[in-house]
C-alpha cells in the first residue's frame, strides 16, 4: 500500500494506461515528458478521488468559491502534456510555475532533474499547502512551494529560464518578463476576447513572441492580476453576449434583439463537423468591430431563440441596435457544414453578410494556415513601432495578433 492507502500497484496500472492512451492520440510526443507522465503518481494529488478517477484523461476540480465557482483544479492530463511540451524544459532549467497544486510542479521538476530547480506559487494558502504535502508524499520535497499572489511572480528565486502560468490570465504581468532569464519562455493561457489560449511565448529584444498556441481551459487568475469579462443577458437568462476587459466602448443591443426579424447569409464554405473554429474565431475577433462571443442555453435553442451553436461559444458582433453571428446547417454531405450567419435588428442584413465575408476571407486566405503570431510589448512601447496586425491593450501590454 501507499501513503494515501491505495494499492500502488494498482495505481501504477491505471498511470501506465493513460499515460499510454496520451501516446497514442497524439497528446504527448516528447518521450521526456512521457517518462514524466509515468513516474508522477498523479493520485497522491487528488487524494479525494478514486483511483479510477484520478487515472482518467479530465479535470479534477479541487476547490470552489463561496459563489461556486471553481477556483482551483488538478489540470486535464491532455492540456498538462501540452503545456510541457511547449515550455520544451531542459535539465537544470530553473522554473517558475504560478498556479499551485503539485502535480504539475513534480511533472516539472521529473522534466529539469537534480541539477533543475522548481518553484510553485499559489496566492490561496489551501492550495499551496495541498500541494507541499502531495509533492512530500510523492517523493519531491525539493520543490520550493510558496504561497503568493502570481501577479508578482517570485523575484528571490529569479532568474528563470521558464515561467508556466496554470491559471487563465488576460494580461502578461511585467515581473514574469523581468524574471525571465535572457532567452527564456513563457507559456500561459491567455485570454483574447474571451478565447483562451495556452501561448509558447519567447522573450526576444524587450519583448515576446509566439512559438505555439492551443485552445484550452482553466481557472480564472486570482489576485491583483484578476481580470473579468462583461456578460450581457438576453431574452433573460437564455442567451448571453461576452465582451472582455479591454471591450468597454463595445455597445450592447436591446435585451429582446432576438425577437427582431432574423436575416441569414450563408458562406459556401464547408468545414467537417471535426474541424475545429479555433482559428476562424480568433481571426473574426481581430478582425470585427464589436466583436463577442453569444452564448445559449438549450432551451433557447428548443424555442427557436437562435440556430445551433457550438457549446463553448459562437462568434458574434453587436451594436447599440443589432446583433450578428455565426451559425452552421447541414451539407449534402452528413460529416461536413456550411458556416453562416444570422442577424437581428437594424443592421441585420449588413452583420450577416460582414460575418460570412470575413468567413470567406478566412477560408481563402488562412484557412490550414501556420495561424497567426502574437507579440506582447510593454504598455510604454512607442505605439507607431508596433509591428503590423491587430492591436489590443490590456493593463500592462499592447497585443499585436499578426497573421501571415
Partial sequence: MDASGNDSRYAGRLRAALTDLLVAQGAIHDQRVEAAFRAVPRHLFVPQVPLEIAYTDDVVLMKRNQAGVAISSVSQPTVVALMLEQADLQPGHRVLEIGSGGYNAAMLHELVGPTGHVTTIDIDQDVADRARRGLDAAGYPEVQVLRTDGEFGCPES???????????????????????????????????????????????????ESRSMAVCGFVCMQGVGASYER????????????????????????ERVLDQPRESAWSGVLMNREEALSDLDLWLAS???????????????????????????ASAIASGNSLGYLTARPAADPDFVELGANAHGSAAQDFAQLLVDQVSQWDKSFRGGPGPTLQIHPAVFPPEQLPPGFHLNTRHSQVTISWP
Fill in 231 to 254: 456578460y450581457v443577458p438576453l431574452q433573460g437568462d437564455l442567451v448571453s453576449l461576452t465582451f472582455d476587459e479591454d471591450q468597454v466602448d463595445e455597445q450592447e443591443p436591446p
Fill in 287 to 313: 478582425t470585427l468591430p464589436g466583436y463577442c462571443v453569444l452564448s445559449a442555453e438549450r432551451r433557447a435553442l428548443k424555442k427557436g431563440l437562435v440556430t445551433p451553436v457550438p457549446r463553448w461559444g
Fill in 158 to 208: 529569479a532568474p528563470y529560464d521558464r515561467v508556466v502560468v496554470t491559471v487563465t490570465a488576460w494580461d502578461v504581468a511585467p515581473a514574469w518578463m523581468t524574471q525571465l532569464a535572457p532567452g527564456g519562455r513563457i507559456v500561459v493561457p491567455l485570454r483574447l476576447r474571451s478565447q483562451t489560449r495556452s501561448i509558447a511565448f519567447d522573450l526576444l529584444d524587450g519583448f515576446l
